[in-house]
């Protein structure tokens, strides 16, 4: 029994290891995708988002750190999208929890673009990014294409920092 919890932790370090070294992380070309969104716009990452600073965000319905940094997320957009910010949300809901989008995004006031497949922590999305934990975002420069910063420096009042800085050297 030792052997299969200490067999079945180690898979799970290793999954976690691979997956956070493929962590874009800040300088690095975002990674590039083609998607449509749940009103069946396509989008194609980052390219559309030229001139603009965009936020991608990983989250979820579920997920209560998500909710708890949404007003954040949600402040910062509606302070800074008249000036050239955007956010394409990447959604880790599921089946289960499909319904439950439109009613959360409504109540919070998020009114950016939004991608799910439904397929939880096992869409492409998750495995291109390297995302191991939500809420997980990465700013990018949509000009350059690449990731000016990531991760837990972009919660709270680090995003709204970080959104000034960047659109301020954007059509420098």
């Known amino acids: 029994m030792k052997k299969q919890i200490l067999g079945l932790l180690l898979s799970v370090l290793v999954a976690h290891l691979a997956l956070s070294q493929n962590v874009p992380t800040r300088g690095q070309k975002a990674r590039p995708f083609r998607a449509k969104t749940l009103r069946g716009l396509p989008v194609n990452f980052p390219s559309d988002y030229r001139g603009k600073v965009v936020l991608l965000d990983f989250w979820a319905t579920y ?3 998500c909710m ?3 007003p954040n997320v949600v ?3 509606n302070k800074y999208h008249a000036r050239g910010f955007d956010i394409l949300g990447i959604s880790l809901d599921g089946p289960k929890t499909k319904k439950d989008i439109s009613r959360v995004r409504a109540k919070k006031g998020m009114k950016w673009n939004q991608i799910c497949d439904y ?3 096992e869409t492409r999305f998750v ?3 390297g995302v191991d934990v939500i809420p997980h975002e990465f700013l990018v420069n949509g000009n350059t294409g690449r990731v000016i910063a990531e991760g837990d420096t972009l919660y709270g009042e ?3 920092a970080a959104v ?3 659109l301020s050297t954007l059509h420098k």
């Open 158 to 160: 680090g995003l709204d």
């Open 127 to 129: 495995k291109l990014y």
């Open 164 to 166: 000034k800085g960047a």
């Open 63 to 65: 997920c209560p750190p």
């Open 119 to 121: 397929r939880v922590w």
């Open 68 to 70: 708890q940094e949404m």
């Open 75 to 77: 402040k910062a957009y």
